[in-house]
């Protein structure tokens, strides 16, 4: 009997053994089963393009966790898209939205642009819609731009980048620079389409600069943009659109004044300037430099060819002033233009043009408002004369008379209301 109780204990003790066994090993199997979590690292790009936050805040996760997360740009970027892991994110393109742990750190971007939209090509050019993105294009000269609406003081970043008291009241930073030697730096050579629109309010207060106006320098295409109540000023090399190579469709009003190289729209044109004018008044003294010296009502200097063009604003200077030229170089032409503005200065003062070594054809100046009767190249003429369509159509001018000067007939260059206006260019603002 004592040997068979022995025996069930024993066996009852193996049970149990086992049994505890069991129960450790399960345990410990419990205890081996680790939780994994993984980091998540928000990014921008590029980094001065805005802030991409983890609103959950809570890293690191596990995997499946759903965060939420948010893109914020700064002035003058907008938001394009999230990047990271495929299908980790609620929607690609809202600024906030969730994303989806995996399984492993990861890194989420929020991707900045610019500008307003497009990519910079010919086909789908970077969009404009403020003065920081206006200004960013000083970082991009070969691009193609378009902007999508007027600029003024009020339209973002103007306070900062281009008003009285931005950059330490010097104004506006011109886009493109020259050297000392009026050459180059840096030039924008891509193409600008203001599609109609205005650069309204513009400041610049640099008179120890070279090369200033909206563009420093220009050696691609700038067109159909106006810029309108500017106050420039500069050394030499000033307009209040700049100094460039082709210029088509463009205006501009308010007052410039430098040294040498000043004009209303181009302080230097040194390629094709068409279909444009001036209201601006300009003033500037002749300074001995190794830029070209020159003040006129539209370029001071041309070293290319001007057609289809006006100025109607005063124009004052020391030498080598015009109505709508200060100094036409060798091989230059002005063809198709006038001026009406007055004209003041004491050595080489014309009506139209200041100084002529080029050819000057089919452009006359008002001799009765500029208070000049003579010019180093085009032909002086009455008020009257200026006004009356017969003094134009006869030599070539595209021209065509309308009945009110709200009406355009855009067939042709010029329109004019005979014996009312002057000529005006079909596609102007009203």
Known sequence: MKRMHSLRRHHYLAKVSIFLLAIALIAGMVGCTEVLEYSLTMRANPVEGGTATDLTGASPYTAGTVVNIRAVANPGYRFVNWGGPAGGFLSLTDETTTFTMPDGDVTVTANFAPFAGGSGTETDPYQIADWYQLDNVRNYLDSYFILVN?????????????????????GWQPIGSVNASCDPVDPFTGTFDGQGHEVRDLFINRPDENGVGLFGVALGLIEKVGVVSANVTGGVGVGILGNGFAVSRCYSSGSVSGSDGVGGLMGGSIGKLSYSYSTASVSGGHAVSSCTPGVGGLVGENEGAISDCYATGSVAGVGTVGGLVGWNYFGCTVERSYSTGSVTGSGEVGGLVGHNDGTVTKSPWDTDTSGRATSAGGTGMTTAQMKDFATFSPVGWNIVTVADPSMRNVACIWNIVDGVTYPFLSWQPV
Request: negative net charge; proline residues 5%; aromatic residues 4%.
């Open 150 to 170: 007027d600029l003024n003081s009020t339209t973002a970043g103007y306070t900062e980048l281009a008003s009285p008291t931005a950059h330490g009241g010097r």
